[in-house]
Nanobody, 123 residues
Framework: QVQLVESGGGLVQAGGSLRLSCAAS????????MGWYRQAPGKQRELVAT???????NYADSVKGRFTISRDNAKNMVYLQMNNLKFEDAAVYYC?????????????????WGQGTQVIVSS
């Protein structure tokens, strides 16, 4: 019923920039915190950045000053602007959102994930 679809990944040279987008769709009542996570081969998935519905931000130390998360509540979108990309930023990036849906007579809140978009950083 709810779907998150990421886009914008690809191949970029070290020092370059990419902008990831994530669109939420479906039977959405309200979207709370949205975020980006990443998983490199052989590593655990890690938080990159989150943004609350009201705009509060949280970044991993490794991306502070280089990445910017933003959202458009009217469009149910979240973005990740990635600048000065480093080799260690290469990973599959996943969009996450805390979404409330109307189910029967109640509202159910759960975390949803996108399918991921790959970012490759080359020399």
């Amino acid at each position: 019923q709810v779907q998150l679809v990421e886009s914008g990944g690809g191949l970029v040279q070290a020092g370059g920039s990419l902008r990831l987008s994530c669109a939420a769709s479906g039977n959405i009542f309200v979207i709370g915190t949205m975020g980006w996570y990443r998983q490199a081969p052989g590593k655990q998935r890690e938080l990159v950045a989150t943004i609350a519905r009201g705009g509060s931000l949280n970044y991993a130390d490794s991306v502070k000053g280089r990445f910017t998360i933003s959202r458009d509540n009217a469009k149910n979108m979240v973005y990740l602007q990635m600048n000065n990309l480093k080799f260690e930023d290469a990973a599959v990036y996943y969009c996450s959102a805390l979404i409330s849906t109307v189910q029967g007579m109640g509202i159910v809140q759960s975390t949803h994930w996108g399918q991921g978009t790959q970012v490759i950083v080359s020399s």
